[in-house]
């Protein structure tokens, strides 16, 4: 069963761009994770936001979570060529067995 | 370097065959899960595990059978009964089992074809 819904489907931008990807999900969680898959390759964890935060950052990324609208977004700074990939929202639920449900994506080209 | 290993990275099924798909971890985590994806769509869970000597079906898991007789290795076996075996199929494990805040690590995935 699939809960997180990932817009846009795909994304194409020059370098040096910010990229925006948002996920949207139906259900209460206990937090909500980003993940990136390079073409043809396992999926990395970029990001963990729990329910009771609203913001996080790391480097470049930047996660909002916003409950009452059952949304998150990525924002990516200043992208570059290698960020071109895959990127995953997945949610743990509450209280639920603790799996990940996750998302179809967003695909990010970033254009040099 | 720790990390989860999956091989073959290609393997093609004959009708009628099982294959068996290789997980191997040296992170010293206690679950394991296997992932099935396909084109545009997420991940979805086939078995997940979290001890040794136990597992439990994911959302698809008709047609596929597991073992995990050690910590460090989760095989997955795609039997004939699946009848549409072709995907990437992602093995992944996280710390501790049943705590919510872990991020699951992936290995490089096994593409699955039919002959």
């Known amino acids: 069963s699939q809960q997180g819904e990932e817009d846009p489907q795909a994304l194409s931008i020059q370098e040096g761009e910010n990229a925006t990807m948002n996920c949207s999900y139906k259900?209460?969680?206990?937090?909500l994770q980003w993940y990136r898959q390079n073409s043809g390759r396992g999926l990395v964890h970029l990001i963990l936001?729990?329910?009771n935060e609203r913001e996080k950052h790391s480097g470049r990324l930047r996660v909002t979570l916003d409950t009452s609208k059952k949304s998150s977004s990525l924002l990516i700074t200043a992208s570059r060529a290698a960020d071109t990939a895959s990127y995953f929202c997945?949610?743990?639920?509450?209280?639920?067995?603790?799996?990940?449900?996750w998302g179809a994506g967003t695909k990010l080209i970033i254009k040099p | 370097d720790g990390g989860i290993t999956q091989s073959p990275k290609y393997l093609f099924r004959k009708e009628g065959q099982n294959v068996t798909l290789s997980c191997e971890q040296n992170?010293?985590?206690?679950?394991m899960y296997w992932y099935r994806q396909d084109p545009g769509q997420g991940l979805r869970l086939i078995y997940y595990?979290?001890?040794?000597?136990?597992?439990q079906k994911g959302d698809i898991a008709e047609g596929y059978s597991v073992s995990r007789e050690k910590k460090e290795s989760f095989p997955l076996t795609v039997t004939s009964a699946q009848k549409n075996p072709t995907a990437f199929y992602l093995c992944?494990?996280?710390?501790?089992?049943?705590?919510?805040?872990?991020?699951?690590?992936f290995g490089d995935g096994t593409r699955l074809s039919i002959l």
């Open positions: 992944a494990s996280s710390i501790v089992p049943g705590a919510p805040n872990q991020p699951q690590h």
């Open positions: 992170l010293n985590h206690d679950a």
């Open positions: 595990s979290q001890i040794v000597n136990d597992f």
């Open positions: 259900t209460s969680i206990n937090n």
């Open positions: 936001i729990r329910s």
């Open positions: 997945a949610t743990v639920l509450m209280d639920s067995n603790y799996q990940l449900i």
